[in-house]
């Protein structure tokens, strides 16, 4: 497929980028990359996400396609040749798509509310969602894998996707805030999970690196904790 035919509009620190490019590669699909800085925002970002005008957008053929996860099962269902994404039986297909919700919801905002918030008391019930959410993940991982490496098995999946995305803020928080949430005494199959991940080679070299988001999470914070004030 040439490059053109494909184009992802998406962010180097953005989770969500990540996993659009994770299917992509898992895929093996040539695509055309185009670094969106968010200010100001590009034309063709406004043009492809009227409603939310955010990343990232997979425009295939001219026609874009919107939020992360709707992006990768859009990959998965139109390049069925490659290897699966999503479970091929319904249910299971189901379960997936649950966790990928349930970390979209409880994760990341977490992250995301440690630091914008400016003082450790106000931290603690996101601390402990994010401890809730490692511990449901360590459980839900030794029901799903069957003992296989990933969520998806003998190869990453859905869920793999959707939860592994986010390694690289977690060692920001981790790194930041002084606390480990993913340890051996609490998570190990999580643990070895997360390590078997972040070598797996569709999203080797993809996960930024801890100082870089760490600086840029030092404009963040002003920028979440300005539109906080602003309500």
Request: aromatic share 12%.
């Amino acid at each position: 497929m040439a490059g053109s035919e494909l184009k992802l509009l998406g962010r180097w620190s953005s989770p969500y980028s990540m996993r659009a490019k994770i299917a992509l590669n898992i895929k093996s699909l040539e695509y055309e990359y185009l670094e969106e800085h968010m200010n100001p925002k590009s034309d063709l970002l406004l043009q492809s996400n009227p409603v939310y005008a955010l990343i990232p957008v997979l425009i295939h053929h001219g026609k874009p396609i919107c939020e992360s996860l709707i992006i990768v099962q859009y990959i998965d269902e139109t390049w069925s040749s490659g290897p699966s994404i999503l479970p091929a039986d319904p249910y299971d297909r189901s379960i997936a798509r649950f966790w990928a919700d349930y970390i979209d919801h409880k994760w990341f905002p977490s992250m995301k509310s440690i630091m914008t918030v400016e003082d450790e008391e106000a931290r603690k019930p996101y601390y402990e969602t994010m401890n809730e959410v490692v511990g449901r993940m360590e459980d839900a991982f030794g029901k799903i894998s069957k003992e296989k490496p990933f969520f998806g098995g003998d190869q990453i999946g859905f869920i793999d996707i959707a939860f592994g995305s986010n390694l690289g803020w977690l060692s920001v928080v981790e790194t930041l805030y002084g606390r480990k949430f993913l340890v051996e005494e609490k998570a190990p199959s999580l643990v070895k999970w997360a390590e078997r991940f972040a070598a797996y080679p569709a999203v080797n070299g993809l996960i930024p690196e801890t100082d870089k988001l760490i600086e840029l999470s030092k404009f963040l914070q002003i920028k979440w904790r300005a539109a906080i004030a602003k309500k």
